[in-house]
């Protein structure tokens, strides 16, 4: 968080006073293969903090590794994050770097293509694990507690890994609703906890596409949004099986795929 100084309007008049904002701010990433060759991935819009497992989370999401045991180092300063891969990594140059910056709204900037972005393939995601509105009642109510940057500036979103019985695993918040699942999936990557079975995914704005894209890809079979979901994203949860619940409140859910795995 940062603070700015602000005017604030009201019938007495303006008053100036400093009030919190979320930070933003570049991040690039290049990528070092197994025959030394170095490219740049593309520079995303991120809330500092949490870097290394943004950029492992990324990199698992878009396919260029399938485990931590890719990864040889990451080495993170000035605003610049380097990451050297072994020889197992998937990385393909052609296919995985981007053109342009990823702003804070956009996961998805830069790729000219998202079939290879899917890596989607072999994915099964867990069928055991079930969810009940009175479970999706105590994640909405847990989730507010567990983010200090939103409950000052109003100004970030939270990814969330919530347990069968709504209560929360682990909360990221990121100016960019992308960067905090990738935070997650870093997190869970780096703890050698991947894929997450038994654990769903909660995101506090819509459920895009990349969102949906990224839940599967991680191995969460239910993912819970407060806001709506687009045409592709609802697509994509019933080719691959996941549960996708949006508008999520107190009171009730709206399923779009996976109703099998909601109880009364």
């Known amino acids: 968080m940062e603070s700015r100084e602000i005017a604030r309007l009201s019938h007495a008049g303006i008053a100036r006073e400093l009030d919190y904002v979320t930070s933003e701010s570049p991040l690039s990433i290049n990528v070092t293969d197994s025959k030394n060759n170095t490219f740049e991935m593309g520079i995303t819009m991120r809330t500092e903090g949490d870097d290394r497992r943004l950029i492992l989370g990324f990199l698992y999401s878009e396919g260029v590794i399938d485990s931590i045991a890719d990864v040889s180092s990451i080495s993170i300063g000035d605003g610049i994050g380097s990451i050297v891969l072994n020889e197992s990594s998937s990385f393909d140059s052609t296919l995985h770097r981007r053109n342009s910056t990823v702003t804070s709204s956009c996961g998805l900037c830069g790729r000219s293509d998202i079939n290879g972005l899917l890596k989607l393939e072999n994915t099964v995601l867990d069928e055991e694990m079930s969810i009940s509105l009175e479970a999706v009642s105590v994640c909405l109510n847990s989730i507010h507690s567990e983010q200090p940057i939103f409950s000052l500036t109003g100004g970030s979103h939270a990814c ?86 949006c508008f999520a409140r107190d009171d009730s859910l709206t399923l779009f795929s996976g109703v099998r795995r909601v109880v009364d």
């Open 160 to 245: 969330a890994s919530f347990r069968v019985d709504g209560s929360i695993d682990r909360v990221f918040e990121d100016v960019g609703r992308h960067n905090a699942f990738d935070k997650m999936v870093g997190y869970y990557l780096e703890m050698g906890l991947l894929p997450k079975p038994g654990f769903g995914a909660f995101v506090s704005g819509r459920a895009s596409f990349e969102l949906v894209q990224k839940c599967i890809r991680g191995g969460f079979p239910i993912m819970i949004a407060i806001g709506a979901p687009s045409s592709l994203a609802v697509d994509i949860s019933n080719e691959y099986g996941l549960t996708l619940g």
